[in-house]
């Protein structure tokens, strides 16, 4: 009797979970965060950006994962490998574009590059720049969710780098101490800058850090937006009931150094090419081909459309005007007459 | 008519009259609750206001402090406490690199409206690690305000405008001094952020000072008027932004100034201070600007190593002499 059900369950095909609409949006996001991060890239080498550049290429089902898993309301913070999270948001290519050829069109204002992209409209908390620190700043925004009564949620990411940080453990133990309606993802592309997870902890399965504050806390395959969505839907519906933090450890892998100077000899090509293998934009295609949700022409027409959309981001970027210099004095304190020292 | 209160009490008033006035208020921090706080300053305020409001937080400042920035970025107004500024050493990533950059980094999607606070200096014979003033570190700090007062009036109507700051302020306290007690007036107080104060009117030399060395300066400054030196004693209050204004026109008056300032002497608030009497008094100056400070290295626990560290009216007396060129007995 079990071997018959399992040859027919083998023989069945397997049926898509999710809409049509959820697969090609998937698509559809991690193929503009992808393009744009190569235009960003290209740009780049022609010096048109400068500073540092931290590219997500790899890493793309893990924002489209989360984005079809939260509520719009919800809020998410992260680090300074951010452009692929700020998109998912909703940040507009352009903005995202012109903020990093440092334009006053950016998003905000030329003033934050390539680490720092804030929305208060998309409730995108950035952004942020020193490794960790913005785990107790995230949970800090669930902490008024809490407070003022709301259901929202705060998406607090982070990677494997910054899951040794101090900040980590005080936030977590805060967290769970206040049962906080925030939910930890951290990011673990497996290496902090060239440093391997391996070489920096003698704890290698980052989500086994939550089990110390008994925060429920499990692994996720990053490379398919598919068991992302699953996993952040649930942990998300736990989060929202008020029954406390949640922790996941999302497995991905960026496909490019750390930053655009770093040329990653600190891994093997056998390891970027077993990581390529399961590229997440070429399994949803397959998956969506597979399943017939679209034809290889509409998913054509998607790419097309992205390649203008980014063109046109960086045409817009391009001929934007970068900020006055009286704009350095701005946003520095929300006091309109702040005395300055200026001499 | 006001009521004589200790600071400890001004600042508790100042607190508590804004977390009824405005309910995003809330005070964070260690031993504020249950305890009533280290130094009693949030005494009864979890009885009025509860657990959701006055939050007693592990020993974490770091952490804490990234959770009121958060709080802050999302639509409230924390009260950070820090039993001292010294363990704040901890949290400075959160106060410099957060809550100083937010509005500047987001271009103004986000500000950050939170007081940290808590008492900075020495306080007796408290040793290396418990006894630095950080004026100077958080004042160097574009984003951040800084106030460092004593007198419990200032307190009280200084911590009301830093809660309702949309800007994060930093608010200097003393340990040595939350006994201190003085004259608040009844009623509705604020006193703005950046604004010194003329505590005693003179003509010969400007004492410039803040905090708890104001002490010494009004002290120095009764004993100089016993030899006929009639001194001008202003009270900083904010750090950040300098009110030189207030010191210039002084210093254009009395043509000589001296800056009390428990901060080490080097790139310290007194050295700022000298810079602008400099650029904008120049020629008001009849003699070169002296700074009297704590020495120059950490504080050692040994009483008479304490004495030698700190400023006191005889050192400040010293060097008003020494700006007037009048000998020292």
Same mark, same amino acid.
């Given at each position: 009797?079990?071997?018959?059900?399992?040859?027919?369950?083998?023989?069945?095909?397997?049926?898509?979970?999710?809409?049509?609409?959820?697969?090609?949006?998937?698509?559809?996001?991690?193929?503009?965060?992808?393009?744009?991060?190569?235009?960003?890239?290209?740009?780049?080498?022609?010096?048109?950006?400068?500073?540092?550049?931290?590219?997500?290429?790899?890493?793309?089902?893990?924002?489209?994962?989360?984005?079809?898993?939260?509520?719009?309301?919800?809020?998410?913070?992260?680090?300074?490998?951010?452009?692929?999270?700020?998109?998912?948001?909703?940040?507009?290519?352009?903005?995202?574009?012109?903020?990093?050829?440092?334009?006053?069109?950016?998003?905000?204002?030329?003033?934050?590059?390539?680490?720092?992209?804030?929305?208060?409209?998309?409730?995108?908390?950035?952004?942020?720049?020193?490794?960790?620190?913005?785990?107790?700043?995230?949970?800090?925004?669930?902490?008024?969710?809490?407070?003022?009564?709301?259901?929202?949620?705060?998406?607090?990411?982070?990677?494997?780098?910054?899951?040794?940080?101090?900040?980590?453990?005080?936030?977590?133990?805060?967290?769970?101490?206040?049962?906080?309606?925030?939910?930890?993802?951290?990011? @673990?592309?497996?290496?902090?800058?060239?440093?391997?997870?391996?070489?920096?902890?003698?704890?290698?399965?980052?989500?086994?850090?939550?089990?110390?504050?008994?925060?429920?806390?499990?692994?996720?395959?990053?490379?398919?937006?598919?068991?992302?969505?699953?996993?952040?839907?649930?942990?998300?519906?736990?989060?929202?009931?008020?029954?406390?933090?949640?922790?996941?450890?999302?497995?991905?892998?960026?496909?490019?150094?750390?930053? #655009?100077?770093?040329?990653?000899?600190?891994?093997?090509?056998?390891?970027?090419?077993?990581?390529?293998?399961?590229?997440?934009?070429?399994?949803?295609?397959?998956?969506?081909?597979?399943?017939?949700?679209?034809?290889?022409?509409?998913?054509?027409?998607?790419?097309?459309?992205?390649?203008?959309?980014?063109?046109?981001?960086?045409?817009?970027?391009?001929?934007?005007?970068?900020?006055?210099?009286?704009?350095?004095?701005?946003? #520095?304190?929300?006091?309109?007459?702040?005395?300055?020292?200026?001499? | 008519?006001?009521?004589?209160?200790?600071?400890?009490?001004?600042?508790?008033?100042?607190?508590?009259?804004?977390?009824?006035?405005?309910?995003?208020?809330?005070?964070?921090?260690?031993?504020?609750?249950?305890?009533?706080?280290?130094?009693?300053?949030?005494?009864?305020?979890?009885?009025?206001?509860?657990?959701?409001?006055?939050?007693?937080?592990?020993?974490?400042?770091?952490?804490?402090?990234?959770?009121?920035?958060?709080?802050?970025?999302?639509?409230?107004?924390?009260?950070?406490?820090?039993?001292?500024?010294?363990?704040?050493?901890?949290?400075?990533?959160?106060?410099?690199?957060?809550?100083?950059?937010?509005?500047?980094?987001?271009?103004?999607?986000?500000?950050?409206?939170?007081?940290?606070?808590?008492?900075?200096?020495?306080?007796?014979?408290?040793?290396?690690?418990?006894?630095?003033?950080?004026?100077?570190?958080?004042?160097?700090?574009?984003?951040?305000?800084?106030?460092?007062?004593?007198?419990?009036?200032?307190?009280?109507?200084?911590?009301?405008?830093?809660?309702?700051?949309?800007?994060?302020?930093?608010?200097?306290?003393?340990?040595?001094?939350?006994?201190?007690?003085?004259?608040?007036?009844?009623?509705?107080?604020?006193?703005?952020?950046?604004?010194?104060?003329?505590?005693?009117?003179?003509?010969?030399?400007?004492?410039?000072?803040? @905090?708890?060395?104001?002490?010494?300066?009004?002290?120095?400054?009764?004993?100089?008027?016993?030899?006929?030196?009639?001194?001008?004693?202003?009270?900083?209050?904010?750090?950040?932004? #300098?009110?030189?204004?207030?010191?210039?026109?002084?210093?254009?008056?009395?043509?000589?100034?001296?800056?009390?300032?428990?901060?080490?002497?080097?790139?310290?608030?007194?050295?700022?201070?000298?810079?602008?009497?400099?650029?904008?008094?120049?020629?008001?100056?009849?003699?070169?600007?002296?700074?009297?400070?704590?020495?120059?290295?950490?504080?050692?626990?040994?009483?008479?190593?304490?004495?030698?560290?700190?400023?006191?009216?005889?050192?400040?007396?010293?060097?008003?002499?020494?700006?007037?060129?009048?000998?020292?007995?």
């Amino acid at each position: 009797m079990a071997t018959t059900a399992r040859k027919s369950s083998k023989s069945k095909k397997e049926q898509p979970k999710y809409s049509k609409e959820q697969y090609l949006s998937w698509y559809e996001l991690m193929l503009r965060i992808r393009r744009f991060e190569e235009a960003a890239l290209l740009a780049y080498s022609q010096q048109k950006i400068r500073g540092f550049l931290h590219v997500y290429i790899g890493e793309e089902a893990v924002a489209a994962g989360i984005e079809s898993a939260i509520r719009r309301e919800d809020a998410v913070i992260t680090a300074y490998r951010q452009h692929g999270t700020a998109i998912g948001r909703g940040v507009s290519t352009r903005a995202a574009m012109a903020e990093l050829f440092g334009k006053k069109t950016g998003i905000n204002k030329g003033k934050g590059g390539s680490m720092h992209f804030f929305s208060a409209k998309h409730r995108y908390f950035g952004g942020n720049g020193i490794v960790g620190a913005q785990i107790p700043v995230g949970t800090g925004i669930a902490f008024a969710e809490k407070y003022k009564g709301t259901d929202n949620i705060c998406v607090t990411m982070f990677g494997d780098g910054a899951a040794r940080q101090g900040a980590l453990h005080e936030s977590f133990n805060m967290a769970m101490t206040w049962q906080l309606p925030v939910l930890y993802i951290c990011e @673990n592309n497996h290496y902090a800058m060239g440093t391997s997870v391996a070489r920096t902890s003698n704890v290698h399965e980052i989500y086994k850090i939550g089990c110390a504050y008994e925060m429920p806390s499990e692994p996720v395959d990053g490379m398919n937006p598919e068991s992302v969505h699953e996993a952040v839907s649930r942990a998300a519906e736990h989060v929202r009931s008020g029954k406390g933090p949640y922790f996941l450890e999302i497995n991905t892998y960026r496909y490019k150094g750390h930053s #655009v100077s770093d040329p990653a000899k600190y891994r093997t090509k056998e390891e970027l090419m077993q990581y390529r293998a399961k590229d997440p934009i070429k399994t949803i295609e397959a998956r969506i081909l597979d399943f017939g949700l679209a034809s290889a022409e509409e998913l054509k027409d998607i790419k097309q459309r992205i390649e203008a959309e980014i063109q046109d981001a960086v045409r817009f970027a391009e001929e934007s005007p970068y900020p006055d210099p009286e704009e350095l004095y701005e946003d #520095v304190y929300v006091q309109p007459d702040y005395p300055f020292m200026k001499d | 008519m006001g009521k004589i209160l200790q600071l400890r009490e001004a600042i508790r008033e100042g607190m508590v009259e804004e977390m009824r006035r405005d309910e995003r208020v809330f005070l964070m921090g260690e031993e504020v609750g249950q305890y009533n706080g280290a130094y009693k300053v949030s005494k009864g305020m979890l009885d009025e206001f509860g657990p959701k409001r006055v939050i007693d937080t592990p020993i974490s400042e770091l952490g804490f402090a990234g959770i009121g920035v958060g709080a802050a970025m999302n639509g409230l107004r924390p009260i950070v406490e820090f039993m001292t500024w010294n363990f704040a050493v901890l949290a400075f990533d959160q106060v410099v690199n957060n809550a100083a950059k937010t509005l500047n980094m987001s271009s103004g999607e986000f500000t950050c409206p939170i007081v940290f606070r808590g008492p900075t200096g020495s306080a007796g014979q408290l040793a290396q690690q418990h006894s630095q003033t950080f004026e100077s570190w958080l004042g160097n700090a574009p984003g951040l305000k800084v106030i460092s007062c004593v007198d419990p009036a200032d307190a009280k109507g200084l911590i009301k405008s830093a809660i309702r700051d949309d800007d994060p302020v930093c608010m200097m306290e003393s340990e040595l001094m939350y006994g201190y007690k003085g004259e608040v007036p009844e009623g509705e107080y604020l006193v703005p952020i950046g604004v010194a104060a003329v505590r005693r009117t003179g003509s010969d030399v400007t004492i410039v000072s803040f @905090n708890k060395m104001m002490i010494q300066a009004l002290k120095a400054a009764e004993e100089l008027a016993k030899e006929s030196i009639s001194a001008e004693v202003i009270d900083l209050r904010t750090i950040r932004p #300098v009110d030189y204004h207030t010191i210039i026109e002084s210093v254009k008056k009395t043509n000589r100034l001296v800056v009390v300032d428990e901060s080490w002497p080097l790139f310290g608030v007194s050295a700022e201070i000298a810079y602008e009497v400099q650029k904008f008094a120049f020629d008001y100056l009849d003699a070169p600007v002296i700074r009297v400070n704590a020495a120059d290295t950490p504080l050692p626990y040994a009483p008479t190593l304490v004495e030698a560290w700190l400023p006191n009216p005889e050192k400040v007396i010293r060097a008003v002499k020494q700006v007037m060129y009048v000998p020292a007995n």
